[in-house]
Nanobody, 123 residues
Framework: VQLQAFGGGLVQAWGSLKLSCAAS????????MGWFRQAPGKEREFVAC????????HYAGSVKGRFTISRDNAKNTVYLQMNNLNPEDTAVYYC?????????????????WGQGTLVTVSS
């Protein structure tokens, strides 16, 4: 079972990026999915999550209104559209699959993790 996140890179402030997380090894259509991030010197923090069917989403306050999480179960892929990026969004972004059908903001609810993709926002 593997989750692979990609799409990170260097972007200027106010720019946009779209991250993707492709799952392989087994379908995750019955799992909530989430995105977390870890900035240098800081702990990993919750960014966004989505329920198994995409019907429910939840965002951290710092990204609400700027980021959008979505999923395509046919492709076993989850996305994170990030708009109006600012330097505080610089971090390694990780996708994860929850043990629950709903997404969760709790790190401990996730059993599978991707390797992370680096997003750097310049001012």
């Amino acid at each position: 079972v593997q989750l692979q996140a990609f799409g990170g890179g260097l972007v200027q402030a106010w720019g946009s990026l779209k991250l993707s997380c492709a799952a392989s090894g087994r379908p995750f259509s019955n799992n909530g999915m989430g995105w977390f991030r870890q900035a240098p010197g800081k702990e990993r923090e919750f960014v966004a999550c989505i329920s198994w069917n995409g019907g429910s989403t939840h965002y951290a306050g710092s990204v609400k209104g700027r980021f959008t999480i979505s999923r395509d179960n046919a492709k076993n892929t989850v996305y994170l559209q990030m708009n109006n990026l600012n330097p505080e969004d610089t971090a390694v972004y990780y996708c994860a699959a929850s043990r629950r059908v709903l997404g969760s903001s709790y790190y401990s609810d996730y059993s599978y993790w991707g390797q992370g993709t680096l997003v750097t926002v310049s001012s």
